[in-house]
């Protein structure tokens, strides 16, 4: 894996906007690029930042630990899908839901 320390502008602005999209897309923001950016891409993968995920056609970055790491330095949360920090329904909203349910399966 590359030193960060050596990271082009270009790739540290690539990484930061597919890092600060991460939250709108659960922690797997979608990667649309323009072909100037192809290189920065395979140099954030080559750092072992970032993997990437097709689905459906559509390209879906996915951070590792230290891709994780590298956003916190910058001041980026990444929540990879609640794997790092679960999101557990309250109980009175999980009450809530189950009635409305019952209800709803009553029409």
Not at 27 to 35: H, K, L, N, Q, R
Not at 48 to 67: E, N, P, R, V, Y
Request: no cysteine; net charge neutral.
């Amino acid at each position: 894996m590359k030193k960060s320390t050596e990271m082009t502008p270009e790739t540290l602005k690539l990484f930061t906007t597919l890092a600060k999209d991460a939250g709108s897309w659960d922690g797997s923001p979608i990667v649309d690029i323009t072909p100037a950016q192809r290189g920065n891409l395979t140099d954030l993968k080559a750092r072992g930042l970032i993997s990437t995920s097709k689905s459906d056609g559509t390209m879906f970055a996915d951070f590792s630990d230290a891709g994780v790491a590298l956003a916190a330095s910058l001041g980026i949360t990444i929540n990879r899908g609640g794997i790092d920090e679960p999101q557990i329904m309250p109980k009175k909203t999980a009450e809530m839901w189950a009635a409305a349910a019952v209800e709803f399966l009553k029409l």
